[in-house]
């Protein structure tokens, strides 16, 4: 079958730095998405990762190993208005979406 | 802008009470997806459509339909809604293309059954 593992939750600090983290298996690849989701809000896209290494966006990077079936999303100093699921999504063979269930980031003062 | 709209933003039925939920899109993209998403889960992919295509997951329930009038809208039907129902329900569209395929939002009608 396929799946994505995050963890369900997190918490930092404001102005730190956290790395979420994100595995899978699935049948084929044809990248990796990262969307951030504000509670009772829309997903809105992060970044895309289609090749092994870092793509960096600001205070956001997302890191891609296809070998390990392995990805990260750094945040870097860190705002309240981070505090959001991010979810982990990977295009599979058909170029369908195979979400995880998000991990719910959690920013304290 | 060019936008992904949903409406209602809220909507309330009774049991058993048919609802509709639409969706628009002025991005002019070929394929539209109706998700279910409940709290603190992945969302659930219902149907989608590349252009007129309709494409149904093998376990999406009979008491979802779907239509597609045209390039631009999108309408989900649960015909008799059961508590069960209840979620965020988001419509989201993507070029199509077979290179990259990342997903545009609207931001989600939440779907309450008394």
């Known amino acids: 079958g396929q799946n994505i593992d995050q963890p369900t939750e997190m918490t930092a600090t404001e102005g730190a730095i956290v790395q979420i983290n994100c595995t899978y298996q699935?049948?084929?690849?044809?990248?990796l998405f990262w969307y951030q989701q504000h509670a009772g809000e829309a997903p809105t896209f992060l970044s895309y990762?289609?090749l092994d290494g870092l793509e960096e966006k600001g205070r956001f990077s997302s890191f891609l190993s296809r070998s390990k079936g392995y990805s990260y999303l750094l945040l870097k100093e860190l705002q309240m208005k981070d505090s959001a699921s991010y979810l982990c999504?990977?295009?599979?063979?058909?170029?369908?979406?195979?979400w995880g269930a998000g991990t719910k980031l959690i920013i304290k003062p | 802008d060019a936008m992904v709209i949903q409406n209602p933003r809220y909507q309330v039925t009774q049991f058993g009470k048919p609802v509709t939920l639409s969706c628009s899109q002025t991005?002019?993209?070929?394929?539209m997806y109706w998700y279910q998403q409940k709290s603190s889960q992945a969302p659930k992919l219902l149907f989608h459509?590349?252009?007129?295509?309709?494409?149904n997951e093998a376990d999406t329930p009979d008491n979802f339909q779907s239509r597609r009038p045209n390039t631009s809208f999108c309408f989900l039907d649960i015909r008799s809604p059961g508590l069960g129902d209840a979620a965020m329900y988001l419509c989201?569209?993507?070029?199509?293309?077979?290179?990259?395929?990342?997903?545009?939002f609207g931001p989600g009608t939440r779907l309450t059954v008394l």
């Open positions: 991005l002019n993209h070929n394929v």
């Open positions: 999504a990977v295009s599979d063979s058909n170029y369908q979406l195979i």
């Open positions: 459509y590349y252009d007129k295509d309709f494409n």
């Open positions: 989201a569209t993507s070029r199509g293309t077979e290179t990259y395929n990342e997903q545009f």
């Open positions: 990762n289609v």
């Open positions: 699935t049948s084929g690849f044809n990248g």
